[in-house]
């Protein structure tokens, strides 16, 4: 080797030997270092790189020079530092042999021998290195072959950088990824637990960690996970009750913060349990506590050490990171459980749903044709519930489905299964000894009498009763669909007989009733292949006899039954929630046609449409509205919303709020039916309507009845009173009308003055009503 060679070799390396002849000398030094094979007791031997001692002493990386044999030749205080001795001096002469454990000297000796044999370098290669007070840490290392002036190595030159914090944090980075990775995965919440705690024993090395996790109560902690903690002390700690000395974890549960106790037998709040722990020889345990989004505690991270330690940054560090690792594990678990529990379950009573009982019923319906034994579906529909959220409001309507609902599952079997069907609806399979008809009787008799007794509410006491129908597998259908089909023909039949009774159905007396839940379907499907349809009835002024307005009506061409009209389903739409979206479609398509008449350049009427319950209730019921209008381009004041008035007075204040918000843009709101429900004139008074629609029940026997003629006298008189419009629905006479217009009834609509029709007849006669008034508009 060349000195040109040589002085490559020191330009490239990283010693920053900035002396050619000081190198020279080291090598040659060395060189007799091997080959006398005896080391002077101190760095004398290089006195005249003493400056050279003092530099590399200020650098906070390892900085040494070994000879052929791997020995120490130099190195600088913090090697030896790390090394646990005073001095550098003390390491001259020693090879990593006699510094490490064998598994780790022997690595850096052979490494050190291969490179010197080959005269390669090792640059940047990662060292693991365990200090002799048991610290794991990692360094960067590059080594370079030192070489005389023929070329020969005779010793190594070498610098590590201390990389272990990067190295644990990319470790950690690591361990956390996995873990979201197995999370994600969806595997069960005790496994991703497990292997956090693994990975977390992994990066603190000898200590042994656990999750515990809080119960539904809030009060006791559970032993969720701890893999390599003794499994009789997690059975010991399991189930413990928080409070304000419980260990470490009952006492972070129970102060919602982080609890490092460093020495356990000298601790107040391990007192109590120190000689329970004592067997497992457990000295120091640190808790830290997890919680919710919404800062509910959910559990504590804990990490156990058999020597009495206080923990340093960096641990606790990692003991905070696996907390907080272990909130989204828990979080994401119960959120998951959550999502399960409602696609398969009844939020208000927390019964299953249909999708859920329907399988269970038709696996029950399979087991039983194996068995022989029968299973009963059974209808429970509870009488007049329209009228207690009517009159007291959704909340109390809620609170009496939920006793309801309590009472007749208090009524059966565990194996037995119940649903909500529809709002005050529910169906329950019957299996076992009470499912054959002989004893069904005595079955449904008590569940009556449960149903019966008085519910006690916060200010209120109801009675409520329910009619109920039953019908059997195999004796009464033979599919799921089937038996459900006649058992709501059952309950029917007990409606029939004067509700608050019950019905077994009969397939030798049975009529062919139709099947409401296969209409529900149709009506959903309907609503998607625009099987609906709508035909509207004038409104005549009776003053003018113009029409001013029309009434928006549904109809259904149903593919096998034909022509269904709205009281063939709007109920059942209504008590399904189907009426939602069959409402929205008919807002639509009123405001497109209307906007068509007007475009078309007929008189410009308002278009009346039914407002429903459940559409009233629908948050979306205000959006919708202005979706209608926006997408057809109608004015709004030539929309006008029907409601019932029962509708209107279960929530009065909800009621005008939304109310108003429909005035504030110009509809015109009417009030239907007026006069068949239970108004409260003070609340009428409240709401901003412009209308009262007259019942037609009144209308019907005017021309026999003084009473009706009252009514509708005092009705017209009390709209007049109130400034509102009135109009009298289901005028079928001359007679009648002439009765209306005496008493200053303003508009009126009925077969008198023309059936609801199609939308193109209606333009027909809107055309041919136009005055010169409509023509200038
Ligand atoms: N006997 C007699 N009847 C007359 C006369 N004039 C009109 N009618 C009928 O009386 C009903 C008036 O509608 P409603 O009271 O709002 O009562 C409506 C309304 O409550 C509901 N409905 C209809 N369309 C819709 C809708 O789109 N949405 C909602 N939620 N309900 C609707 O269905 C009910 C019944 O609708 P229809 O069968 O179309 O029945 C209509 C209409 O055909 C008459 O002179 N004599």
């Not at 080959?35 to 101190?42: E, K, N, P, Y």
């Not at 050490?305 to 690792?325: F, G, M």
């Not at 059997?472 to 599919?479: I, R, W």
């Not at 008590?575 to 906007?595: D, F, H, M, P, Y």
């Amino acid at each position: 080797m060349t000195d040109q060679q040589v002085s490559q070799g020191r330009n490239e390396g990283p010693t920053g030997f900035a002396d050619w002849q000081a190198m020279k000398s080291l090598a040659t030094r060395l060189e007799e270092l091997n080959t006398t094979a005896c080391f002077d007791s101190s760095l004398d031997m290089f006195g005249d790189l003493d400056w050279l001692q003092q530099l590399v002493n200020l650098v906070s990386d390892y900085v040494y020079v070994k000879d052929r044999r791997s020995r120490f030749v130099m190195a600088n205080d913090k090697v030896a530092e790390d090394m646990g001795r005073s001095t550098s001096a003390e390491l001259i002469g020693k090879s990593d042999l006699e510094l490490h454990p064998p598994e780790v000297g022997q690595v850096f000796y052979e490494d050190e021998q291969s490179m010197m044999r080959e005269g390669s370098d090792l640059v940047d290669v990662m060292d693991r290195i365990v200090l002799p007070d048991g610290t794991e840490k990692w360094f960067s290392s590059s080594k370079y072959p030192i070489r005389k002036e023929n070329g020969d190595v005779v010793g190594i030159v070498g610098i590590s950088r201390d990389v272990t914090e990067r190295q644990n944090a990319e470790k950690l980075q690591r361990g956390q990824n996995e873990i979201l990775k197995k999370l994600v995965s969806g595997l069960p919440l005790q496994d991703v637990l497990n292997s956090l705690v693994l990975m977390i024993e992994g990066q603190l090395e000898s200590g042994m960690g656990s999750v515990m996790l809080v119960d539904d109560s809030g009060n006791h902690i559970l032993s969720a996970s701890g893999p390599n903690l003794p499994k009789s002390y997690l059975d010991l700690v399991d189930g413990i009750e928080v409070g304000p000395r419980v260990g470490s974890c009952g006492t972070a549960v129970f102060r919602k913060e982080a609890v490092f106790v460093e020495d356990i037998f000298d601790s107040e709040l391990w007192a109590e349990y120190v000689d329970l722990v004592r067997e497992f020889n457990l000295k120091s345990c640190w808790s830290v506590p997890f919680f919710s989004g919404s800062g509910k505690v959910l559990g504590t991270f804990a990490f156990y050490w058999t020597d009495v330690r206080a923990p340093s940054e960096r641990e606790e560090k990692i003991v905070r990171e696996a907390a907080h690792l272990a909130s989204i594990a828990v979080e994401r678990d119960r959120a998951e459980k959550r999502i399960r529990y409602l696609a398969d379950h009844d939020p208000l009573t927390g019964l299953p749903n249909r999708r859920k009982f329907k399988r269970k019923l038709e696996a029950k319906i399979e087991a039983s044709r194996q068995t022989g034994e029968p299973v009963a579906v059974v209808f429970v529909d509870m009488d007049n519930f329209k009228f207690i959220n009517d009159s007291y409001g959704h909340a109390v309507g809620d609170d009496v489905l939920s006793t309801v609902a309590d009472r007749i599952l208090g009524s059966h079997n565990i194996t037995f299964e119940t649903i909500r069907f529809g709002g005050d609806e529910f169906v329950l399979f019957v299996d076992g000894p009470t499912a054959h008809k002989s004893e069904l009787k005595d079955y449904l008799a008590r569940m009556r009498a449960e149903i019966l007794k008085t519910i006690e509410l916060d200010t209120l006491t109801l009675h409520v009763t329910c009619s109920i129908g039953t019908a059997v597998f195999p004796l009464d259908g033979d599919t799921a669909d089937e038996v459900l089909k006649n058992a709501d023909q059952a309950m029917f039949e007990a409606k029939n007989l004067g509700r608050d009774n019950f019905f077994i159905f009969d397939r030798e007396t049975a009529p062919a009733g139709v099947n409401r839940l296969k209409l529900v379907e149709e009506l959903r499907r309907g609503i998607d292949n625009n099987e609906l349809f709508l035909e509207y009835q004038p409104q005549i002024d009776l003053m003018s006899g113009r029409i001013v307005g029309a009434e928006a009506l549904v109809r259904w061409t149903h593919p096998e039954r034909g022509r269904l009209m709205p009281g063939e389903f709007i109920e059942i739409a209504e008590q399904t929630g189907a009426i939602i979206s069959l409402g929205r479609w008919v807002l639509n398509e009123a405001c497109r046609q209307n906007k068509a008449w007007q475009d078309a350049g007929l008189p410009h009427i308002t278009i009346a449409v039914n407002v429903s319950a459940n559409q009233f209730r629908d948050k979306a019921l205000l959006s919708d509205v202005f979706s209608a209008l926006d997408t057809s381009g109608l004015d709004a004041r030539y929309l006008e919303l029907e409601f019932t008035e029962s509708l209107v007075i279960q929530n009065v204040e909800q009621a005008v709020a939304l109310m108003e918000d429909f005035r504030r843009i110009g509809i015109h709101l009417a009030i239907d039916d007026f006069g068949t429900g239970y108004s409260s004139l003070v609340a009428l008074k409240n709401f901003p309507l412009n209308r009262l629609k007259i019942d037609q029940s009144f209308i019907r026997d005017l021309e026999y009845k003084e009473s009706d003629r009252a009514i509708v006298r005092a009705i017209i008189s009390l709209g007049r009173e109130l400034g509102l419009n009135v109009v009298a629905e289901g005028v079928e006479t001359a007679k009648q009308q002439a009765f209306l217009l005496s008493c200053r009834c303003e508009t009126t609509q009925g077969y008198h003055f023309g059936r609801p029709m199609a939308a193109d007849k209606f333009s027909k006669l809107l055309g041919m009503t136009r005055t010169p008034l409509d023509v200038a508009l």
